[in-house]
Each structure stands twice: as C-alpha cells, then as structure tokens.
C-alpha cells in the first residue's frame, strides 16, 4: 500500500461542488485550504482587504452552513477549513497532501490552474480532477514525470455527503500505487464505494445512468405515458429513489443532462445506444425557454404555489406532446398495485417480466435496452461487471446495479426476450450462459464471488472480507431464527442479530428474538454479539400498531406487559454476560435509538440519524429512554454546583421537542452517543464489521455491568425548572396543550418523580415511573389521534 498520509488538503474551487467536497474532507477530519478566484467586482477601497478578496470562498462557505441537506455532519466542523484565493494564497498549496481541482469544466481554464499547482506544490504531492466528463490524460499534457505520476481524476457525486460513489480515473501515466491508495483512502477514511474507471467518455455512473435516463425519456414519448405515471413506475417501486427519472431530471438540471447526452453523443461513436439518440423536442423545447428544472422553478414540473383540497401543492406536469402543463394525474396501472403489495425486489422485477399491462412494458422494455447496453460496455468502460453494478448504486442510489437486476429477471430468459426486441446483447453474456454460468453473481461457503468474462470464471469479490453483508449467510443454517429476525454466525465466536420486519419495526418478534439470542450467545459459549443489519434503515422504531391496537381496546395489564417487555430488553441488552454492540445506519427512530443507549458500545455510520422521537406520537420513550436520559444526567452533574439545572434542562428539551441527530456526530452533541463507548465509521458498509471487532475487543476481559442503583435525581428542585421550562416552550407557541402535557410527564421521570429532595435512585424505580406515564399517555384521546395519524399519513399530527 502507497504510504501516504493526508494531514492537509487544498480544494481549488469553492462552488457548490468545491464546498461540498471540503465540507464533506472537514467532516472526516481533515485540514482543509479552499481557494477561489478574487471577485470580478473588486473595489480599489476593497482590493488591500482580505475579507474582501476571499468573499467567493466566505460567501460559499457561509451559504454551505445554512444549506440543506446539510453538506457538514457538524457545523463545528467548518472551523477545519481556512478560506483564501488564487492570487495571495496559492503558495500555501506546497503545505498539502492533496490538492483537487473543482473548477469551471473547460480544459483550458484547468490547465492554467495545473500550470500554477506545477510551480507551488510539494513533490510527492496528490494532484487530482473532480471534472465529471473531460478526458484524464488531457489535463497533464506539458507537466512533469513527478505530477503525471501522482495524478488522476477523483469524481465526486453531488450532493458529496450523502452520495456514495467516488470514482477514481487513472491514465496511463499514473503509478498504481496512486490508484491504490485512493481507492483504499476513499473508502476508510473518507466512507465512499471507491469505483475503478477507465477514462472513457461520462466515466462509468453517468455513462449508464444518462443512458438509462434517456431511454425512458424515449420510451414515454413513444408509449404516450404520462410522466407523472412514469416516475410512480421508475421510483421506489422498481428499488430507485422516490423522484423517478423526470423528477430526477427536474434536481439535476435539464441543460446539465443535455451537455452530457450531447457531449456523450459526439465522444462515443462507437456506442450503438447513444448514437441512436437525439435530444426530443420536448428537452429543446425546455432548453430554450431556460425551464431547467428546479433551479429555474420549473422543468418537467411546476409548481403553482396552490393547494388543493387536502392542502397539498399543486404541481403542474407537462405534457410530452403538446407541450403544455396540466395537473398532474397518475394513471391506475395494474403493475404499480401489483409492486406496491411486494416487499422483496427480486420478486418484484420478476413480477414486471410476468405482467403485460402498458407500464409493465414500459419498464420490461428499459430493463432489456439496460441489459444489452451494459453488456457492451464491458470492457469499454470497465473490465468487471461489479464495478458498473457498484457505480449505479452509489452514484444514482439504486437499491440494485443493472447486472443484479438482470440475475433478478433471469439472465437467460431476458436474453431472450432482449433479441426478439431487437437488443444486441455482449458476446461475453452468451459465452458465459453457453458455459452453463446462468448468473451474474453467486455465494459459494458464504463467499460473494461475481462473473469475470477475462477468466470465464467466478472470482471472489476483492476486498470483501472488510464488509460483512448478511446476504451472503442466507445460505447457512441460521443460528436462530423468527418471522422478525435472524440469528447469524458471522465467525470468530460472533453472533449478528439481523432484523428484517417492515421497515426494521420493533415487535414481538424482534423483541423476543434479542433476548432468546443473548441468551444463546451466553449459554453456548459465544463471544459477543452485534445487533446490525443492512438495511436502509436500522430501525423506525417500535410496532405502532400493536400499541395502538391495545390503547384503543383498553387492554391496560397487556400494554403495561408490553411496554415491560420492551424495557427489560433493553436492560438484557445492557446486563448480559457478553457484550453487545450495536451497529447502526440510517433512521434509529425510538426503540433503535433506547436500544443503542443501552448497548456496550455503538459503532454508527456517519449517516446514522438518532432520536428519541415518541413525543411525536404523543407519548413519551417508554423503553427505557427517558430513564437513561435520567442516567446519564446524574453522570454529568456533580451533586453541588450550578451546572444541574442547565444539563437538565438540555436533557429534557432534547426529548420533550424529539430532537433527531442528522448524523452520528450531532449525536453525540444530543448526548444519545458518548464519546468514551461509541464510535463513528464514515462508510456505512463497514459498520458490522468494525463491531465486530469492537465485540472481539471487549470480550477478552469482559465482565457484566451491575444494574445501577445510584441514579442522582433532583426530585422537585428539577420539576420546578422543568415546568418553568415547559410554560416557556408554550408562551413561544413551540408546543401545544398536549405537548405540555407530554413534557410534564417527561419531567416526572427525569427527576425522579415527586420527591421532596434530590437523592439516589435504582433504575428499576425509574423504569416504573417511565412505564407509569407512558401508559397514562395512552389513554389520552389526543394520543390515541396522534398515533392514528402517523400511521396513516406517516407524519406527526400536532393537536
């Protein structure tokens, strides 16, 4: 491995994607020098003053701070990244690691710029491009042997913090350490699914993506489909993001997806899909009235600024063939009723090759032209398969690649259908099936291997065993299993309990399955546990339904068992005699969230988003929760001095407003992580192995937690200020009758109850007064129409 260690990075470039990249470095922990041009306005007054001269980068930055999606996973972490420009501070690039170029996509403009990184930068230095479409090995023409070696293209998806894919382009020139490096580098430290490219024309991504954008641009037109209808059809129901493909276009930008069909169309002459297309007339249509999308207000949609009778936007769609906006309505296809009532995405794409309605065909007829196109692209534009899969997924979020999607439809049955369709499908696919290989990917002994056309072979996935994907165990006899989760042998004496409800819910299933598993773990000599999945999100939280069933039926002895059950887990989770770590992506909403709290230690994906959301619903964490929170106040506060009150008042305030962390360091910041027992990985592929290792760790000299009886609690010193606190948040019209209600009862559990002085408390007391007003809330009407609402509209009411 090329031995280099980043301390410093300089971003040239401090437009959206210049700020987004250095916000996204600072966030990892990296030092960070943004430079940018001197403002084209520059007053003779101004021109001696430095704010005035780093305005472009200040005022960037400032606008990344109050951006959302927010581009920092703390803001605080902006402090990582000093501002200056190209004319006072280029010198301090000889100071960086890692210098990458995010400047204007001209080629000329480029090369000046690596004209003046030639005369400034350290040898040995990093020089990448974050260009999403200029030839590599144009860049370095007329520069040195030292900054050809060290160079490559570094393409960056936006928005950076929350789209996965880096894709890494070397040209001929660069040393293979170099390449080896970033991909490394990528992935550990900066959490991205590192890509492999050729420096070919759009890369990988962008190359398929596009194609697959276009193609359904032309199939609606032709099939005379409604977009609206479209992007029900290319959405979630097909395993990719709720935009669908116009709405998609509409965020992207319209005049940036004709430049890359365009610029694809003339650089790629040899492509028999691209060649074939031509911008319809409806996109020039767009074009030339400047209707980019949502940047200019309105593209394929507009929005009118109206409600309708539900009080919803009206949104307007336009109409491919006469070119005029009409309100939006979606079509009633059979095939949308028959994917919406299918959980599993394998079932569903086999079930769009079995329907035969106008959207089936649509989507059978761009899986096929998806199909034949990456087969020829192959090795143009990569020499493996996965890599085409692994760009697709991180670049455009689709929840499979286009050649997991073909395992899904059956390789040899598409080819088929593709043919008579007139597809032209890569020789290699059919060598591959006539050798009797009828997938793309197989596991073998729990080993993920993929199809490789240069051996004719299977191989196993490179770099696989830093990952643990639970898909590959689903061969193995589970060491446990129930309808809601399973019990897997992830090796060295580990066990990995998966969930796999709706959505992660936390029911009787789950509930269960924790316990029986801690106490097999236990009892058969395990070394330690994870509660992980990989999923999209570790949790929402627990079952509503079944609380809301036995609220409305006034079944008050089964929900006071219930709410029971759900914190004595959490407690067995905590007093086990193996430790248990839990890894966490994505939503750990309540129950999740109440779990982690009591885990031996946390390993959460940067994008993990934890709260203690119940107040929502209008009641309070009843899992244990709100009693941890009681927990952990009495280990900050000292029993004398001035700092009770303020603490107490930040612990209630987070869950009286159910505060939710945007990432797993705002987390921390919540006090829902502690720094001394939980840890961040910033690729969230990563977080059940690293607990993993953290369970190995711990095991060796692991010894039982005693249940606490030392809880320090104000009683109704805390109240006081509580109420007090409560009063204000409704005086400022920040909550309702009943969310004060809610609040109050919050306070009661905090505090410890009505006592008359501070003293020390157990965490069983505490635990039965948390049970005590959560149940109280579940006799209050306004509770019950909360619930009900959330799950029908999935959304809080507030009443």
């Known amino acids: 491995m090329y031995n280099k260690h980043i301390k410093k990075v300089a971003v040239l470039g ?31 007054k101004d021109a001696q003053k430095t704010a005035a001269r780093n305005r472009i980068g200040n005022t960037s930055l400032q606008n990344a701070l109050k951006a959302k999606p927010a581009p920092f996973y703390d803001n605080r972490f902006a402090s990582r990244i000093t501002v200056g420009n190209f ?173 890359v069909i365009n610029g694809m169309r003339q650089n790629c002459p040899d492509d028999e899909q691209i060649a074939a297309f031509e911008v319809p007339k ?33 949104v307007l769609a336009l109409n491919l063939d006469t070119l005029e906006y009409a309100q939006s309505q979606k079509e009633k296809l059979p095939i949308l009723d028959t994917l919406k009532q299918i959980d599993e995405l394998p079932r569903r794409i086999k079930a769009i090759f079995k329907a035969d309605d106008k959207g089936a065909q649509l989507l059978q007829r761009s899986f096929l032209g998806l199909f034949a196109y990456v087969s020829n692209r192959v090795p143009e534009i990569s020499d493996t398969l996965y890599a085409i899969d692994d760009a697709l997924r991180a670049g455009f979020a689709w929840e499979a690649g286009p050649f997991q999607y073909w395992d899904m439809a059956g390789v040899k049955e598409s080819v088929a259908i593709a043919e008579n369709q007139g597809e032209t499908i890569g020789a290699w696919v059919k060598e591959m099936l006539a050798a009797g290989h009828d997938s793309f990917y197989k596991v073998e002994n729990g080993v993920r291997k993929f199809y490789d056309p240069r051996t004719k072979a299977y191989q196993p996935m490179p770099g ?96 006071n068992m219930a709410v029971n059950i759900f914190q004595q887990t959490s407690m067995r989770i905590r007093y086990s005699a193996i430790p248990v770590v839990i890894a966490t992506q994505g939503y750990v909403f309540g129950g999740g969230c109440e779990f982690s709290m009591h885990a031996d230690a946390v390993v959460a994906a940067a994008e993990s988003y934890i709260g203690l959301v119940e107040v929502g619903v209008g009641i309070i964490p009843g899992g244990g929760g709100t009693k941890e929170f009681a927990v952990r106040l009495s280990d900050e506060i000292s ?68 249940q606490r009886k030392d809880v320090y609690v104000l009683g109704r010193t805390g109240l006081g200020a509580l109420y007090i606190a409560a009063h204000s948040l409704k005086l400022g019209h920040y909550a309702s009758e009943h969310d004060i209600k809610i609040a109050q009862k919050v306070a009661y559990v905090l505090c410890g109850g009505d006592l008359t002085s501070p003293q020390t408390v157990s965490e069983q007391y505490l635990l039965d007064i948390e049970r005590e007003m959560f149940l109280s809330l579940c006799g209050e009407q306004k509770t019950l129409e909360r619930i009900q609402f959330m799950l029908e509209n999935g959304k809080p009411l507030r009443n």
């Open 639 to 706: 029993k004398e001095g001035d700092v009770q009150i303020p603490r107490l008042i930040d612990k209630f305030k987070c869950i009286a407003t159910a505060q939710v962390a945007t990432s797993a360091y705002e987390a921390f910041n919540y006090g829902y992580l502690l720094p001394a027992k939980d840890q961040v990985v910033h690729n969230s592929a990563r977080n059940i192995s690293e607990a993993k290792k953290k369970v190995l760790e711990m095991a060796e000299t692991y010894v039982m937690p005693i």
């Open 464 to 559: 696989a065993e830093a990952f643990i994907l639970l898909e590959n165990y689903r061969s193995n006899k589970p060491v446990y299993t129930n309808a809601e989760c399973t019990l897997h042998d992830i090796g060295d004496g580990v066990l990995c309990l998966e969930f796999h409800s709706k959505m992660n819910a936390i029911g009787e299933g789950i509930l269960r399955g924790i316990n029986d598993s801690i106490q097999i773990a236990e009892e058969q000599g395990w070394k330690g546990m994870v509660i992980g999945n990989n999923a999209q999100n570790f949790t929402v939280g627990a079952n509503l339904m079944m609380i809301a069933m036995m609220a409305y039926q006034q079944e008050w002895d089964e929900l």
């Open 14 to 44: 401090s437009g959206l994607m210049g700020t987004g990249i250095a916000a996204h470095l600072a966030g990892c922990g990296i030092e960070v020098l943004m430079l940018d041009i001197l403002p084209a306005d520059l007053s003779d």
């Open 282 to 314: 409806f996109l020039t249509y767009l074009i030339d009235n400047k209707y980019f999308g949502n940047k200019s207000g309105q593209g394929f949609y507009k929005k009118t600024g109206e409600k309708d009778a539900k009080g919803r936007p009206v």
């Open 87 to 259: 004319e006072d501070d280029f010198a301090k690039i000889k100071d960086c690691d890692w210098i990458i170029e995010v400047v204007v996509e001209r080629l000329d403009i480029k090369k000046q710029v690596y004209e003046k990184v030639e005369q400034f930068r350290a040898k040995g230095s990093l020089v990448t491009s974050n260009t999403s479409g200029i030839p590599i090995h144009l860049m370095t023409e007329g520069r040195s042997d030292d900054f050809r070696k060290n160079f490559c293209g570094t393409h960056f998806f936006n928005p950076v913090r929350y789209m996965r894919l880096l894709e890494i382009i070397p040209t001929a020139d660069t040393d293979p350490a170099v390449v080896e490096f970033f991909m490394h580098y990528g992935d550990v430290v900066l959490g991205k699914q590192t890509v492999l490219c050729k420096d070919t024309p759009a890369f990988i991504a962008n190359r398929v993506g596009v194609y697959a954008m276009a193609k359904i641009f032309q199939l609606t037109h032709q099939m005379g489909l409604g977009i609206d209808t479209v992007d029900a059809l290319t959405g979630p129901a097909i395993g990719r993001p709720k935009t669908g493909t116009f709405r998609l276009a509409d965020l992207v930008g319209m005049d940036t997806a004709v430049h």
